[in-house]
Nanobody, 124 residues
Framework: QVQLVESGGGLVQAGGSLRLSCAAS????????MGWFRQAPGKERAFVAA????????NYADSVKGQFTISRDNAKNTAYLQMNSLKPEDTAVYFC?????????????????WGQGTQVTVSS
């Protein structure tokens, strides 16, 4: 079992930055692929990024490549999402998730554990 708690969301102006954190409790954090997803109002949940066990491998949605950076610190049982140059269309609830699969999955069905989400609002 893994419990995930996101933090770091908030209100920011367009062009600003935020760093989201995902703190994990439970065992074997380093054995999970960690991912971030987001859900905007009236839209389906969408994949944002994933990071490998070691942190060396990453996968990004095309819409955030070059803008967001995913990382993890296994010693702190925490994953991060650094978001730069934020745009109003980045407004969403952001969720972190943990996958036991050995690949950088981009589908929600491949993730076994989810956090409760953190709101990110980007004003124009």
């Amino acid at each position: 079992q893994v419990q995930l708690v996101e933090s770091g969301g908030g209100l920011v102006q367009a062009g600003g930055s935020l760093r989201l954190s995902c703190a994990a409790s439970g065992r074997f954090f380093s054995r999970y692929i960690m991912g971030w997803f987001r859900q905007a109002p009236g839209k389906e949940r969408a994949f944002v990024a994933a990071v490998s066990w070691s942190g060396d491998g990453t996968n990004y949605a095309d819409s955030v490549k070059g803008q967001f950076t995913i990382s993890r610190d296994n010693a702190k049982n925490t994953a991060y999402l650094q978001m730069n140059s934020l745009k109003p269309e980045d407004t969403a609830v952001y969720f972190c998730a943990a996958s036991p699969l050995g690949r950088l999955a981009s589908e929600g069905k491949d993730y076994a554990y989810w956090g409760q989400g953190t709101q990110v609002t980007v004003s124009s």
